[in-house]
């Protein structure tokens, strides 16, 4: 499981001044496009994730919130029609000068590939131990 320290994130990321898109580079020639919405403050931050959802959204909510640094993560999906995710990030004052939101994003981006790591890891450990089983027996 993931650890609550703050990690450098191992993908390649470059955020950038309010309103303008970041690109997130992950494996396989896979991208999060991320704006940073206006509004962002010490502390605080909004961020618009395109072509995600719920599934994403929950998931990532969830793994940003276990950073005890992180006072308030919360996501919505404005419209069903609008494909993309809006999620709001709010450290605790007394830790702003040693965690942004950006970071707590890319922990928690970090944190829950990582989880999916050892999901798919464990998932076909059991996959293929379940057909020399079945294999075996016949």
Same mark, same amino acid.
């Given at each position: 499981?993931?650890?609550?320290?703050?990690?450098?994130?191992?993908?390649?990321?470059?955020?950038?001044?309010?309103?303008?898109?970041?690109?997130?580079?992950?494996?396989?020639?896979?991208?999060?496009?991320?704006?940073?919405?206006?509004?962002?403050?010490?502390?605080?931050?909004?961020?618009?994730?395109?072509?995600?959802?719920?599934?994403?959204?929950?998931?990532?909510?969830?793994?940003?919130?276990?950073?005890?640094?992180?006072?308030?993560?919360?996501?919505?999906?404005?419209?069903?029609?609008?494909?993309?995710?809006?999620?709001?990030?709010?450290?605790?004052?007394?830790?702003?000068?040693?965690?942004?939101?950006?970071? %707590?994003?890319?922990?928690?981006?970090?944190?829950?590939?990582?989880?999916?790591?050892?999901?798919?890891?464990?998932?076909?450990?059991?996959?293929? %131990?379940?057909?020399?089983?079945?294999?075996?027996?016949?």
């Amino acid at each position: 499981m993931a650890d609550n320290s703050t990690s450098q994130p191992t993908q390649d990321t470059h955020m950038t001044e309010a309103g303008e898109e970041a690109q997130i580079n992950g494996e396989k020639d896979q991208n999060l496009t991320i704006k940073v919405l206006p509004g962002e403050e010490a502390g605080c931050a909004s961020f618009q994730i395109e072509d995600e959802d719920h599934t994403l959204g929950n998931a990532l909510r969830y793994m940003i919130m276990k950073n005890p640094m992180v006072e308030l993560c919360g996501y919505s999906i404005p419209h069903p029609s609008e494909n993309h995710m809006n999620m709001r990030i709010q450290i605790y004052p007394e830790f702003e000068d040693e965690c942004r939101p950006v970071d %707590a994003l890319m922990k928690g981006l970090d944190d829950l590939n990582g989880l999916c790591e050892v999901v798919h890891e464990k998932f076909t450990e059991a996959r293929d %131990a379940f057909g020399k089983n079945d294999v075996s027996s016949g």
